[in-house]
């Protein structure tokens, strides 16, 4: 079983991951974003981990004090979570 949990936690991660560089290039472009609401959504949803790589690769939301100190906290939350999860 927690094969499927880390499984699921790394799929919800590599779409953190691509929604951060999806709204970042979209940024760029002056096009519509992707909400805030929604990246929360997603981090909470087990995104965290991906979408903080995301925020720094991409270098998206670091001025943001929600997401450069809320991120990786709840990665470190989730990641606590599945240690927990598989014991």
């Not at 590599?14 to 519509?32: N, S, V």
Request: aromatic letters at 14%; glycine letters at 10%; a positive charge.
């Amino acid at each position: 079983m927690e094969n499927f949990w880390l499984v699921a936690l790394l799929g919800v991660s590599l779409i953190g991951l691509f929604l951060m560089g999806y709204d970042k290039r979209r940024a760029q472009k002056g096009e519509y974003r992707i909400s805030e609401k929604t990246l929360w959504t997603c981090a909470v949803l087990g995104g965290a981990f991906g979408m903080t790589v995301g925020m720094y690769a991409f270098r998206h939301k670091t001025k943001h004090w929600q997401f450069k100190l809320g991120l990786p906290l709840l990665a470190l939350i989730e990641m606590f979570l599945l240690v927990q999860a598989a014991m």
